[in-house]
């Protein structure tokens, strides 16, 4: 396919195809290489051009309570929303895949509610109903929150999952004299972890970084994105350029390894042999 | 077959409706301690419904399944001593293939060193020796079938359940396995209930098979007995093929064809019937010839223009069309010269071998 020589035509659209990849691919990272780039520059309000670079901002970065403290609480919150969220959107998800609900589609349509609602109402919503429970706001609320948000479409990557999950192995477990409990550690936890696990990691890197619905139910609790929100205020300390840029290298990370595991998982767990 | 043990499984009246729906009406057989039986039916006639009651994934609308001479109906599938190989195998995809035969055994609370020894025997018996540290996804469709079938035999249910076990496999495989299966059958000398669309693979395989239509039982016999005398046009067709003439019974023992006797039919063939009589006479393939019109038949014969000649070799299959429009069949040997197409001959049988049914 590659060999053919391409006509001057062909090559003009190869040209612009790259091109727009280039675009694309700078559109989406260059924000983010701005800010670690940043995260070195010595002087106190960084700017281009760099002189003088130094790793110090890492230092002081870790050396700061308040952006440390704030870090460990998003860290804390994000993982429980995210076991909240995995754990209450598996046997939903079981439930819509496997058994015959009546009114499915309505059901799965306001299972997206929360996905599709703008981020402020929601927000609005949750302030007005904790004027009756004024003991949650703070790291309640926000977990509340955040677990809405996340476990409806974590309900939905699961539905879609567990369609395609084969009965038979079910019915097989069972056969063999596994109880519903055994057929369930045995053979659909196992066979489920990998979406299990990508599903978690995509409700706690939301809501590790979900700001808007976390502003307004936050209280006192200041969570990562808005003490870097409030601190934009005053200039942008190089410190929260350093912290960001940890942040951004491990997610990326851990979000690269868990996709190339769960692909692997994938294809040990779903080749079938037949014929 | 001289025990006193209750049969394996008796199906006792069974009906199962899914809402408006009905998969089952009203079947009623039992299943011999050893023996192998075939379910055999059409697609969509009730033969997978009717062995998920048996293993308990489904529950009768009415009647009574027992299996041992105890009930199990209401009885959860995990608490039924069957164990079943499933269409698609499912064979669990993140278990080894020593694994996948263990888990029964595991689920029974059998010791480890007990399970190893069972499981090894297992893997020789269907030829997988050295196999067992396998991923399922590193063994052959072939492979998987055997997997299959030794996972639910080496709990050594009371009785073994099989749905469509070799639908998978091509042609040459699926002989090579209907032989094997066969095999262990005798070997173990537990009790087989396999369900199958083919009529061949039944034939060959079973002790009995129940022949189903539109989920009833229209005959429940041995092979040779389906072939030879099957009780209802549907069997006749269904097994092994057969040429069919649609006939009423007349006056004087005679059989009519379109109003006109047919020639060489002995009157003890209509001896049970009434005349007025819709009947069927059945006509296998094999027991009719061919010869040029007008001359003697040796028994019953009927005419029928040639519309095509199939020479395979040692076998050339004659068909031809009747007044009525139906098609009739023969297997002549292929050393005899064949009618002409387009020639009007007379196809003649031993009436010793045709047989009726009610239409
Ligand atoms: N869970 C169900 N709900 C509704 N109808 C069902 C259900 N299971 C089976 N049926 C119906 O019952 C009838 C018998 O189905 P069954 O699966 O037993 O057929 P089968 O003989 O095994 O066919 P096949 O050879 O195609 O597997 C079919 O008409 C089918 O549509
Ligand atoms: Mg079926």
Not at chain 1, 6 to 33: D, K, M, T
Request: aromatic share 8%; with cysteine.
């Amino acid at each position: 396919m590659s060999a053919r020589p391409r006509s001057p035509q062909e090559r003009g659209g190869f040209a612009l195809l790259s091109l727009y990849a280039v675009l694309i691919y700078l559109f989406l990272y260059l924000p983010i290489a701005v800010i670690v780039l940043f995260a070195f520059d010595a002087k106190p309000i960084p700017g281009l051009p760099l002189d003088t670079l130094t790793t110090g901002w890492f230092v002081e970065a870790l050396r700061d309570q308040k952006l440390t403290g704030s870090l460990l609480t998003s860290l804390r919150l994000a993982v429980v929303s995210a076991i909240l969220s995995t754990l209450l959107a598996m046997p939903a998800a079981m439930v819509l895949a496997w058994l015959p609900i009546r009114f499915k589609s309505l059901v799965m349509a306001m299972v997206l509610g929360p996905v599709v609602l703008p981020q402020l109402v929601l927000g609005l919503g949750l302030v007005i109903l904790l004027r009756s429970a004024p003991d949650l706001v703070g790291e309640p609320a926000i977990i509340l929150a955040h677990t809405t948000i996340t476990s409806s479409y974590a309900t939905l990557i699961l539905y879609s999952r567990f369609l395609g999950f084969r009965r038979s192995y079910i019915e097989a477990a069972m056969n063999l004299g596994a109880s519903e409990l055994v057929v369930f550690r045995e053979v659909i936890l196992p066979l489920v972890r990998p979406a299990l696990i990508s599903v978690f990691m995509l409700a706690f890197t939301d809501a590790f970084g979900e700001f808007v619905v976390a502003w307004f139910v936050a209280g006192f609790t200041e969570t990562l994105p808005i003490t870097i929100w409030t601190s934009l205020r005053q200039v942008i300390s190089p410190k929260v350029y350093a912290l960001s840029s940890v942040i951004i290298l491990v997610t990326l990370a851990i979000s690269l390894v868990s996709q190339l595991w769960v692909i692997r998982q994938t294809r040990l767990t779903s080749k079938v042999q037949t014929s | 077959m001289t025990n006193t043990k209750p049969p394996a499984v008796e199906i006792d009246a069974i009906t199962k409706s899914y809402g408006e729906t009905t998969a089952i009406r009203g079947v009623s057989m039992d299943v011999r301690d050893g023996e192998f039986v075939t379910i055999l039916g059409p697609s969509g006639c009730g033969k997978s419904t009717l062995l998920r009651m048996i293993s308990g994934f489904a529950e009768p609308t009415t009647g009574d399944v027992r299996i041992g001479g105890k009930s199990v109906v209401g009885l959860a599938p995990y608490k039924r001593d069957t164990a079943m190989v499933f269409q698609d195998y499912a064979l669990f995809p993140h278990r080894t293939i020593a694994e996948n035969i263990a888990f029964g055994l595991r689920m029974r609370k059998v010791e480890r060193a007990e399970i190893a020894r069972r499981v090894d025997e297992m893997l020789a018996l269907i030829n997988l020796s050295g196999y067992g540290g396998r991923r399922v996804s590193e063994i052959s469709g072939g492979q998987a079938q055997r997997v299959a079938l030794g996972r639910a035999l080496v709990v050594r249910p009371s009785v073994l359940l099989l749905d469509e076990p070799l639908g998978a496999l091509d042609m040459k495989l699926r002989k090579q396995m209907q032989a094997e299966l066969k095999k262990i059958h005798r070997e173990l000398g537990l009790t087989f209930v396999a369900v199958t669309h083919d009529q061949e693979e039944a034939l060959t395989l079973s002790d009995r098979i129940a022949v189903m239509n539109a989920g009833s039982v229209e005959q429940f016999a041995d092979p040779e007995t389906l072939y030879r005398r099957p009780a209802t046009r549907f069997v006749a067709d269904f097994v092994g093929g057969a040429n069919l003439i649609d006939a009423e019974v007349g006056p004087a023992g005679a059989l009519l064809f379109r109003g006109l006797p047919l020639s060489g039919i002995g009157s003890d063939a209509v001896k049970d019937r009434a005349i007025g009589d819709k009947v069927s006479l059945v006509v296998r393939p094999e027991c009719v010839a061919t010869s040029a019109l007008g001359g003697q038949a040796p028994g019953p014969a009927i005419e029928a223009m040639v519309t095509e000649v199939l020479f395979s070799g040692a076998v050339q299959q004659i068909v031809g069309r009747l007044a009525d429009g139906s098609l009739f069949v023969a297997h002549e040997q292929g050393l005899k010269p064949p009618p002409e197409r387009g020639s009007t001959v007379l196809f003649h049988w031993d009436g010793s071998l045709s047989w009726l049914v009610a239409r």
